[in-house]
């Protein structure tokens, strides 16, 4: 956050944090993705009664929940407790990817039945890699968190088109071109961003990405 803060405008958010949505967890490997507030909704969805919209504000922190008066607090409630997002995240996760590694032939099938993750006979057969992602993968769902933080964290393409032309055009800041791009204008002349150059297998010429 400093870093941001070194180099964006005042009137600029430059903050990120799992607690402004903002953030979001993800694993390539694993085949997973998901913000706060998307996996307070896996709670939600399997216990009747839980607004993962408030759950998900105390998942990050120095923050602990204390079972006995069913409340979080930022006092630890004894001195092995775990912050919240350990203790409701993050020992989930490890808890079903040590039974995927560990204990397929006895209590995977009953954890999955649990957390109605279906799998077939075929894909538990699978080497523990590909088992891994997969279980994951439709533990944690789609990637809706990620989406839902670009849709509240992102400028559309219109909002966002004078900073953006600001950014990388280097022509004049003013006329006709300049203009139409800081306006998005879909009428006005044609200009191309060339963003990523790939090389072909031989090296013998680019093929350039554009928009």
């Known amino acids: 956050n400093s870093l941001l803060s070194t180099f964006t405008n ?5 903050i990120v944090s799992p607690l402004l949505g903002n953030v979001c967890f993800a694993s390539s490997l694993f085949g997973f993705c998901f913000t706060l507030k998307s996996f307070a909704k896996l709670y939600a969805d399997t216990y009747e009664g839980v607004n993962y919209v408030e759950f998900a504000k105390h998942l990050w922190g120095d923050v ?5 008066s069913r409340k979080f607090t930022k006092k630890q409630p004894h001195s092995t407790a775990n912050r919240s997002f350990i203790e409701f995240i993050l020992e989930p996760m490890y808890k079903l990817i040590a039974q995927v590694v560990g204990d397929v032939d006895t209590t995977l099938l ?3 039945a649990e957390l109605d993750i279906r799998v077939s006979k075929e894909e538990l057969k699978m080497n523990i890699r590909p088992l891994l992602r997969i279980v994951c993968n439709r533990f944690m769902g789609d990637f809706s968190g990620f ?3 670009c849709v509240e964290h992102i400028k559309s393409p219109f909002d966002n088109a004078e900073t953006k032309t600001n950014h990388i055009y280097t022509g004049p800041k003013e006329g006709i071109l300049f203009n139409d791009m800081a306006q998005c204008n879909q009428n006005g002349v044609l ?9 072909t297998e031989d090296c013998t ?7």
Do not use: A, I, R, W
Request: aromatic residues 18%.
């Open 10 to 14: 005042g009137d600029e958010n430059s």
């Open 64 to 68: 602990y929940f204390h079972s006995k």
């Open 110 to 112: 009953d954890t999955l």
């Open 147 to 149: 989406v839902d933080m």
């Open 191 to 199: 200009m191309v961003h060339s963003s990523k150059m790939y090389p």
């Open 205 to 211: 010429f680019f093929q350039s990405y554009e928009q």
